[in-house]
């Protein structure tokens, strides 16, 4: 009887998946769609270890015949990219730290508090995410050149910080109104202000928030070239982006040196989002689930 009883609650076997011609598509889609993804990488690297003669030797080897590190002497040596990179990065990350100084209390006030006008500063910050860039480099250019700012870092990160502030007040705001408002009024009740409820109970909270605002805040800042090109003239404020239009002279290109640059541009990204994905992609997930 006991023998009949276990053999009664043995859990069914699972049938195995069979693979069938539409997996094999998917299988097949997706790795056309990460090889056409990452390929422009590859090839970007590629080049940057090849020699001169051998970018222009023709068949084109896939596979560079001897490996060097010349093109990234010449950029370093040649062409002085270092101003351009150190430029770049603190005008990426006090951007980044600016708008998150002023986008966390912006948002905790409109979730919060009870102001006249909060939907029509809801419509004006969706209406500035719409807007391009482009659209506000010149009217950007005659105010710094009426403060006497024009091309200087200052110049570029305030504009960024215009730039990129609504979107991240934006993002922030649907997860402030996640936080219970229990948590809040518990502290509150223990002495808490509001300054230290929005700094030691709120901001911990949003941490996924501030990630992905942060990583959306540094790529599209570090990417940027309009506003570069258009605030800053000299080589002591502009970034890495205008830096790479260096390689294209009247006599051609330095597709060896722009390369190897394009790689150096490339590598502060991908470091910053790798450690920056759980909060990226818990962020992302969050937000999506909201309600």
């Known amino acids: 009887m006991d023998t009949v009883a276990v053999s009664t609650h043995r859990k069914p076997r699972r049938r195995r998946r069979r693979f069938t011609a539409g997996i094999a598509g998917r299988y097949l889609a997706l790795f056309l769609t990460i090889a056409f993804t990452i390929f422009p990488l590859v090839w970007l690297f590629l080049t940057s270890i090849r020699s001169s003669a051998d970018i222009f030797s023709v068949p084109v080897h896939i596979i560079p015949v001897t490996a060097t590190l010349t093109q990234y002497v010449s950029v370093f040596g040649e062409y002085d990219t270092m101003d351009y990179v150190w430029n ?44 391009p860039v482009i659209a506000l480099a010149i009217p950007l250019f005659a105010v710094f050149a009426a403060m006497g700012l024009l091309d200087s870092i200052w110049a570029l990160i305030l504009a960024h910080t215009a730039a990129k502030l609504p979107v991240a007040i934006w993002l922030l705001l649907g997860f402030i109104q996640d936080v219970p408002r229990e948590i809040e009024e518990a502290a509150q009740s223990d002495g808490a202000g509001t300054m230290r409820t929005l700094v030691q109970i709120v901001t911990p909270l949003i941490a996924p928030g501030i990630g992905a605002s942060a990583v959306i805040t540094f790529l599209f800042t570090w990417n940027d070239l309009l506003l570069a090109l258009t605030l800053t003239s ?58």
Do not use: E
């Open 88 to 131: 770049t990065i603190i005008v990426s990350f006090v951007t980044v730290i600016l708008v998150h100084l002023l986008a966390i209390p912006c948002a905790y006030a409109l979730s919060r508090f009870r102001m006249p006008g909060v939907m029509l500063i809801f419509g004006l910050l969706l209406i500035m995410r719409m807007i």
């Open 234 to 291: 000299s080589k002591a404020a502009q970034t890495l982006p205008v830096g790479l239009t260096n390689f294209v002279s009247q006599f051609g290109i330095d597709w060896g040196a722009m390369s190897a640059a394009g790689v150096l541009m490339v590598i502060p990204t991908l470091v910053f989002v790798w450690f920056a994905q759980g909060l990226l992609v818990k962020g992302l997930t969050t937000g999506a689930v909201r309600g």
